[in-house]
């Protein structure tokens, strides 16, 4: 369906929009028991136990690696919350919901979704100075919303499936909402995309990113909507490297000192509902409003 011109009752902004609303939807902990951790050995057994929970990260967390978070699982940041050297892990499970949380210097990918992972969240985070990618998903997942995100001072931000040779599991899957979120001066990948269709990138502030903002390759479909870019080379283009291109819709997006970019061919429906911000005032809404800190959960 078309967006609304108004959001649907009760909606607001921190609200849960897009492909994690669908399969059921997507509540993680739900009402279970809180859980509040200040350490890499009590946030390590939260995230890996089984069953429902609601996890509340407090100050400052230093680990390495990935960490494993199982179904079930909420994730909140108290004020100031952060996790510095390592990154998420959720493979193979589902219903997890991830805000409101400062990651930096990870040393593999800061949030890694995976192997036909499903219904995942991941809203109001910032992230920057990493190794690899801020938030990639890849190996059949599906169902997920990335919202309200903020990343900055990084090169490789969010990968959509990885690699050319892995259609088997990703076709028919990789479907993401990627909305409100300020790629700020990060260099590539805001998202890099194969496969899925249609994945939905809109309301998105792009500023000053070095290398491009979106790619869509490997027979992907990408709506790319009501977006503002700004000091931005090269907004979006079909095919990356040695990936062949995928189709790409544009429509309704705002350009400041950036060219128009590439499209082609046609995308898939969206198949939920969603508000459509007008896209000159995606700057301002985006910069007051992405990034952990400005939600109180």
């Known amino acids: 369906p078309p967006p609304s011109s108004t959001p649907p009752p009760g909606q607001q902004p921190s609200a849960l929009v897009g492909w994690a609303t669908q399969n059921g939807g997507t509540t993680g902990g739900g009402n279970a028991a809180t859980t509040t951790v200040s350490n890499a050995s009590g946030l390590t057994s939260a995230l890996n136990a089984t069953g429902a929970a609601v996890i509340r990260v407090t100050g400052t967390i230093t680990c390495s690696g990935m960490l494993r978070v199982r179904s079930n699982k909420t994730i909140l940041g108290n004020y100031g919350a952060t996790i510095v050297g390592c990154g998420f892990n959720v493979s193979g499970d589902r219903n997890v919901i991830i805000r409101n949380l400062t990651f930096r210097n990870w040393n593999d990918d800061a949030i890694n979704v995976q192997e036909s992972a499903t219904n995942i969240w991941i809203d109001h985070n910032s992230f920057s100075n990493g190794y690899d990618g801020a938030v990639d998903i890849k190996r059949g997942s599906d169902f997920v919303t990335v919202s309200w995100n903020r990343v900055f001072s990084h090169d490789k931000t969010m990968l959509l499936g990885h690699s050319d040779d892995n259609a088997s599991q990703d076709v028919g899957h990789l479907r993401v909402s ?8 990060s260099n590539q990948r805001n998202p890099r995309v194969r496969f899925g269709n249609p994945v939905h990138v809109y309301n998105n502030y792009y500023r000053a990113n070095g290398g491009y903002g979106v790619a869509s390759t490997e027979n992907a479909g990408v709506l790319v909507e009501g977006n503002y870019f700004e000091n931005v080379d090269d907004p979006y283009h079909l095919g990356e490297g040695d990936s062949g291109p995928g189709s790409l819709v544009a429509r309704n997006n705002h350009f400041v000192n950036s060219p128009t970019g590439q499209t082609g061919g046609s995308v898939a429906s969206i198949p939920y509902s969603y508000q459509l911000d ?20």
């Open 278 to 297: 007008t896209a000159s005032n995606v700057k301002s809404i985006v910069t007051a409003g992405a990034g952990a800190g400005k939600i109180t959960v």
């Open 178 to 185: 990627y909305h409100h979120n300020w790629f700020d001066g």
